[in-house]
């Protein structure tokens, strides 16, 4: 990696993802991305100046290299989000370079690329959740498959958990008697842990599953497993979902982690405070758990519009009545 930087720099690219992945704990996709973000970067500067990114060469960066940069990128049909996850790799690195003293991140700091339009999750209705479940309980194959999926799904919707942290379980987790399981504690990103209460519910399936399983399931092992014993990949559980929204009739928006954005909108209209939701998702900031209530005051307002008499009869009113009214006739001046 960094073979058109020359032996300093790639030492400074190298120590800065290992900061990241130490200090910042960063998880190592993402850690994996801005170092393949970076790299494609200076090897776009290699071509443009017709020579090797070097220290010196880098000095001399100008807003207009950013531009040309950023222009081939569009050129290429990279996404939008794709490029600000790469401008901000470079953004981090030259952060990085101006604290270590090696130069200067003026020219970096001069671009600005508009940020992603944050969509609001789409949650599924709770009736939608429990045919997934249900579906997921039916394999195809093995029954154990059946209960494993289940399982899983029990613990996005009925804890809230991430894909990747429901899958990252150790059976040591739920304890020798996982039917009697109230709460777990997950790492959820940037190591930062909580504790999550498990419903009655959810401690079944996941004890079923566990007696099931053909396959040993030492503490410190994965929990859930493969047809062939290796450790569950997200991949599976996404084309399970896949399959089971089609069977269902569901939009395609019915994804694993819909499942935990359903989880968070369910608790919302039952009137969990929010901050409360915040902790039990692990978001960092209470801006993040905010969208929610977007989400839930947008499907209150329909129910209130669908349901409430007065917003009938105001319905009723508004289609028999002008919706702007005549303009008033302005009176002769005495």
């Known amino acids: 990696?960094?073979?058109?930087?020359?032996?300093?720099?790639?030492?400074?690219?190298?120590?800065?993802?290992?900061?990241?992945?130490?200090?910042?704990?960063?998880?190592?996709?993402?850690?994996?991305?801005?170092?393949?973000?970076?790299?494609a970067f200076f090897a776009f500067l290699s071509r443009h100046w017709g020579g090797p990114a070097d220290r010196a060469a880098l000095s001399r960066l100008a807003p207009r290299d950013l531009r040309a940069w950023l222009a081939e990128r569009q050129r290429r049909g990279y996404a939008r989000s794709s490029t600000v996850r790469a401008m901000a790799a470079v953004r981090g690195f030259f952060r990085f370079l101006e604290h270590q003293r090696v130069l200067s991140g003026a020219a970096v700091r001069a671009i600005r690329v508009g940020g992603l339009r944050?969509?609001?999750?789409?949650?599924?209705?709770?009736?939608?959740?429990?045919a997934l479940l249900?579906?997921?309980?039916?394999?195809?194959?093995?029954?154990?498959?059946?209960?494993?999926?289940?399982?899983?799904l029990a613990l996005l919707w009925g804890a809230g958990l991430?894909?990747?942290?429901?899958?990252?379980?150790?059976?040591?987790?739920?304890?020798?008697?996982?039917?009697?399981?109230?709460?777990?504690?997950?790492?959820?990103?940037?190591?930062?842990?909580?504790?999550?209460?498990?419903?009655?519910?959810?401690?079944?399936?996941?004890?079923?599953y566990v007696a099931a399983c053909p396959w040993p399931l030492p503490p410190e092992g994965p929990l859930f497993r493969g047809v062939r014993g290796g450790a569950l990949q997200?991949?599976?559980?996404?084309?399970?979902?896949?399959?089971?929204?089609?069977?269902?009739?569901?939009?395609?928006?019915?994804?694993?982690?819909?499942?935990?954005?359903?989880?968070?909108?369910?608790?919302?209209?039952?009137?969990?405070?929010?901050?409360?939701?915040?902790?039990?998702?692990?978001h960092r900031s209470l801006s993040t758990t905010q969208r929610y209530t977007a989400v839930d005051a947008g499907r209150l307002l329909a129910l209130h519009r669908t349901f409430h008499p007065r917003a009938r009869e105001s319905a009723t009113h508004a289609r028999d009545c002008p919706a702007v009214p005549p303009p008033l006739r302005a009176r002769p001046k005495d």
Request: aromatic share 4%; with cysteine; proline share 7%.
């Open 1 to 39: 990696m960094f073979a058109t930087l020359d032996a300093e720099l790639a030492a400074l690219a190298r120590a800065w993802l290992e900061r990241l992945s130490t200090e910042r704990r960063f998880s190592p996709r993402t850690v994996r991305a801005y170092g393949c973000d970076l790299e």
């Open 118 to 130: 944050r969509h609001l999750p789409r949650a599924l209705a709770p009736e939608e959740a429990e």
């Open 134 to 152: 249900e579906a997921a309980a039916r394999p195809e194959r093995e029954p154990w498959v059946g209960l494993r999926d289940r399982a899983v």
């Open 162 to 208: 991430r894909i990747g942290e429901a899958l990252a379980l150790a059976r040591g987790a739920l304890g020798p008697d996982p039917a009697a399981l109230r709460a777990l504690r997950i790492r959820g990103k940037a190591g930062r842990e909580r504790v999550v209460p498990v419903l009655p519910e959810v401690a079944e399936a996941l004890a079923a």
């Open 234 to 282: 997200p991949a599976l559980v996404q084309g399970l979902l896949r399959r089971l929204r089609v069977a269902l009739g569901l939009p395609e928006t019915a994804t694993p982690h819909a499942l935990r954005h359903s989880f968070a909108t369910h608790l919302l209209s039952a009137g969990a405070d929010l901050r409360a939701i915040q902790e039990l998702l692990g």
